[in-house]
């Protein structure tokens, strides 16, 4: 087989963002990609799947790897999720560490970090302090001071520390070419013009569950899971789709009155969903209990994970 032409000096290979729930990870990926490909709120664990978005530049392709936030297990499903963040994180090019510049590095960023510490191994990882907007420069010279500290953890070290907002998009592309540098040679993994290869189920059922989670109480984020059942093409594309909880209560919450709360989901993830397809999407959402899906690995199989 002879190897696909590429411009010399290109690069290409994978790379990963760790760290705590909410410290920006999915925000950050979009901004680099440029569009929304992984789903952002402001509640943590929101990304279950691994998506990837890709990042198209002359010099290089970087194909960047959202996993979940690692967390103390406490669920058959905890655990499947801390087993996909640490099999990305060995085999990724290089990672990038997250840490909020509006916040302290405290307990949960040194437990991840003495994760790493043990798993990365000869991984190049790279210092990412995200948030910056929200604080001002000496806040941000302390931080950048706090996580080079972390390089103390035993095994730990960082190539490279470098603030960003994603929000404001500074230094966004320094990053990209922090994290491109530690790509080795070769030619593009995926053409051009592509941002990601999660199936558009997927991001359909992603985008109904952001919309079903807005508003919500705190139980409810683990307990919901969305299944895309049925697509249906025409000239109006039909979706139906699956949202699961766990108990009868929940399922009132999510329908809300007199279906009120669910219409709203509904046209909320419709818009989505139509911008990302480019064309006219009619959503039919069905609210069901699967009585505490993430403890049964039967259940967790038929609802992906
Ligand atoms: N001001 C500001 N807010 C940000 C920035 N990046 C992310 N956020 C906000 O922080 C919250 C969490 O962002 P996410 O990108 O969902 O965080 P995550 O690390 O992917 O979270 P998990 O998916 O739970 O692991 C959201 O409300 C974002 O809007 C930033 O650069 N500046």
């Known amino acids: 087989m002879t190897q696909p032409e590429f411009p010399e000096g290109f690069r290409s290979g994978f790379a990963c963002f760790v760290g705590r729930p909410n410290v920006g990870k999915s925000t950050l990926t979009n901004a680099l990609v440029g569009q929304k490909v992984a789903i952002t709120s402001s509640r943590p664990q929101t990304t279950r799947h691994a998506i990837r ?23 058959l499903l905890g655990e499947r999720l801390n087993d996909v963040v640490r099999t990305t994180w060995a085999e990724v090019d290089v990672v990038g560490f997250c840490v909020p510049a509006d916040q302290a590095i405290g307990p949960g960023d040194r437990f991840i970090a003495g994760e790493l510490a043990k798993i990365v191994g000869k991984t190049p990882l790279i210092g990412v302090l995200t948030k910056t907007d929200l604080v001002g420069p000496e806040v941000i010279a302390q931080r950048l001071v706090d996580l080079q500290g972390l390089s103390g953890t035993p095994g730990l070290e960082f190539t490279e520390i470098v603030p960003v907002s994603a929000s404001s998009g500074h230094q966004v592309s320094l990053l990209a070419d922090l994290l491109l540098a530690q790509m080795p040679p070769g030619p593009p993994l995926y053409p051009e013009g592509e941002l990601s290869d999660e199936p558009e189920t997927t991001m359909i059922a992603e985008f109904v569950r952001e919309a079903a989670l807005e508003g919500v109480r705190d139980e409810l984020p683990h307990s919901l899971a969305v299944v895309v059942e049925e697509m249906s093409p025409g ?6 789709a699956e949202i699961f909880v766990e108990r009868p209560s929940q399922k009132a919450i999510v329908i809300g009155r007199g279906g009120s709360r669910l219409k709203d989901v509904g046209t909320r993830a419709r818009t989505q969903i139509e911008a990302m397809l480019g064309q006219k999407v009619h959503l039919d959402l069905f609210v069901k209990v699967a009585k505490d899906w993430q403890r049964d690995p039967r259940q967790l199989r038929r609802l992906g994970f």
Request: hydrophobic fraction near 40%; charge should be positive; charged fraction near 25%.
């Open 53 to 75: 978005g890709v990042v198209h530049r002359a010099d290089g392709q970087l194909v960047l790897v959202d996993t979940p936030g690692l967390h103390r297990p406490r669920t």
């Open 235 to 240: 000239k109006v594309l039909t979706v139906r």
